[in-house]
């Protein structure tokens, strides 16, 4: 299990308790992600897409299998381990933004690099990434003098800001219009293209699944199929 | 709007423990200085006497102050009655004569010196609680009097009426409740004193020093302990108050919660954020229940000035600090370490 991919997964299972009910989120999932991919994961709701993405961010333990992310293996860390992967190797991108309300733009970047403990201050080249994303000039605002395309793009600058080795995108276009969806896939490619930004992104979406590299299809806590978009 | 209300709730039990001990402290303050106002050096009791002036009981014959008088280094001495009006407020039958001599006179701001056996004085803290003017009638321990004049308070009485007419009232005919002693030079008040006590033995003897010793809170029973009641109702309010108002934080801001541990937060950091927000809680709770004290101060100046007075206790402050901040960080603990223990996927998915 070692063949250069930033995030590899096998027999991945996942086993939810709900009530009385034994629910299985994830059946066995094997995965390599390539460090610089833009990898889009498609698949109908229940198919698994968002358990499989909340594992592989470090927000919940797997049932059993294996699950590497960054050469680190996921099922041996401690809820603690998984609160420093959830630092500095990934970074998420919600359908809702997730923007802390009463922060400004700028504050929010900032509060994920204290969090990190490097500071509030982004480095210099992150004035690069503001630029590219579009936000420079509405660092001052608050989530709700944003637009929704400004909200995701400073979601988009959050999970980046620390440089982390993974950006998992969880439907970034879900709550946008067409427009705005557009700007922020674009986005996301650039990130990809310019900073080699290894993406994962969860889409419904075939017109957005079109921006990564390759896509993945789910069914029942199954990748059913994987697919390269045309050169 | 959560967090005003929460720290007007926590200043409630700051102002009422400062309030409970300003009063005792401000009314302890204000007997003593009253005493000294008298200018008497010692004080003459009766057998039965407790450890405040207004518990005396009327037991001394009043020859006593002859007796007293002819000794040696003794300039002048006083008899006094002081009969109970309120938990704290006497009224003083006195001679008028002797005690002009004693203490310089009061200082008259309107009327004069007591002329009739129903005449009385009252300071002017007194006349304002009551709204009295000279002339007026007034009814004290039932007895009907004329107020004679309104003095400033400061010496020994707040409300004086003839000697006379309080041993008729008393049923205490020839006899006085206390005699105040003044003596020729200072340097002999424990010569004196030493005299007295070989001379009147079963007299309880003190110079004013001790006297005054005595105004403090250790010798009123159950003061303390009330305080200590009070401060404790005051750590039960701020960590009721301040758990419910941080567990309703950490129900509003799930969702924000989940943010930050998405962000990699880690459960020391949620639980921190939780109890910096309380100990805010309760620095504001303390500071309003200070400011609520002076609030305190003026509404009993201004409306029961001879009843009550209210000192402001700032040795007082650090402890009632200290006391709303163990309750406010008390109260956060249940809640921050609920919201560190949440789990971050329902917590993003709380709507």
């Known amino acids: 299990m070692n063949n250069g991919a930033i995030i590899e997964t096998r027999d991945l299972r996942k086993v939810y308790r709900i009530g009385q009910v034994d629910v299985q989120a994830l059946r066995g999932v094997d995965l390599d992600v390539q460090p610089g991919e833009f990898l889009s994961i498609v698949g109908p709701s229940g198919s698994g897409k968002s358990t499989l993405f909340h594992i592989i961010g470090g927000l919940t333990p797997p049932t059993a299998g294996e699950v590497k992310v960054g050469g680190q293996n996921l099922a041996a860390l401690t809820d603690a381990g998984r609160t420093k992967l959830r630092r500095r190797t990934v970074g998420f991108v919600f359908q809702k933004f997730n923007l802390l309300p009463n922060l400004t733009a700028y504050d929010n970047i900032a509060v994920a690099r204290h969090i990190a403990g490097l500071g509030r201050q982004p480095d210099a080249q992150f004035d690069e990434v503001l630029r590219l994303l579009g936000i420079a000039g509405r660092l001052d605002h608050k989530p709700n003098a944003l637009s929704g395309g400004e909200q995701q793009r400073v979601a988009i600058a959050r999970a980046i800001v620390n440089h982390p080795a993974i950006l998992l995108a969880d439907e970034p276009t879900g709550n946008l219009d067409s427009e705005n969806s557009k700007a922020v896939l674009e986005v996301l490619r650039d990130l990809n293209q310019r900073l080699g930004q290894t993406i994962l992104m969860i889409t419904h979406n075939p017109e957005a699944a079109a921006y990564g590299h390759n896509t993945v299809h789910m069914r029942d806590g199954r990748i059913v199929d994987r697919t390269s978009a045309a050169p | 709007m959560r967090s005003l209300l929460s720290i007007l709730l926590i200043a409630v039990p700051v102002t009422l423990i400062l309030t409970l001990v300003g009063l005792t402290q401000g009314m302890l303050a204000d007997a003593q200085s009253r005493q000294r106002g008298a200018g008497a050096d010692i004080i003459i009791r009766g057998s039965q006497a407790k450890a405040l002036i207004n518990a005396s009981g009327i037991t001394i014959p009043a020859g006593m102050v002859d007796l007293v008088q002819r000794q040696p280094h003794v300039k002048l001495a006083m008899g006094v009655i002081n009969d109970r009006v309120e938990v704290i407020m006497l009224l003083t039958g006195i001679d008028m004569a002797k005690f002009n001599q004693m203490t310089g006179g009061f200082t008259y701001d309107q009327g004069g010196p007591l002329q009739g056996p129903d005449d009385i004085l009252v300071d002017r803290l ?139 937060a880690s459960k020391p950091f949620i639980l921190g954020i939780i109890l910096i927000e309380a100990t805010l809680l309760g620095v504001g709770g303390t500071i309003l229940g200070i400011v609520f004290s002076y609030g305190a101060q003026w509404l009993i100046r201004a409306l029961v000035p001879a009843s009550f007075q209210m000192a402001i206790v700032y040795d007082w402050w650090p402890r009632v600090a200290v006391v709303t901040l163990t309750a406010a960080i008390l109260g956060a603990l249940y809640p921050g370490l609920s919201a560190a223990r949440q789990d971050p996927i329902e917590a993003l998915a709380y709507e």
Request: net charge negative.
């Open chain 2, 126 to 264: 007194y006349a304002d609680e009551h709204h009295l003017q000279v002339g007026q009638k007034v009814s004290v321990n039932s007895h009907e009097w004329r107020v004679a004049g309104v003095i400033e308070p400061g010496k020994m009485a707040r409300l004086a009426v003839p000697m006379a007419t309080l041993q008729d009232l008393d049923a205490a005919s020839g006899k006085v409740g206390q005699i105040y002693v003044q003596v020729d030079d200072p340097a002999d008040i424990n010569l004196v004193k030493t005299q007295l006590s070989a001379l009147m033995g079963g007299y309880t003897i003190n110079t004013i020093d001790e006297i005054t010793a005595m105004y403090n809170v250790d010798q009123i029973p159950a003061i303390k302990p009330f305080t200590v009641v009070v401060a404790a109702i005051g750590v039960v309010i701020g960590v009721t108050v301040v758990w419910l108002s941080m567990y309703m934080v950490v129900l509003q801001r799930t969702r924000e919660i989940g943010i930050l541990k998405a962000l990699g």
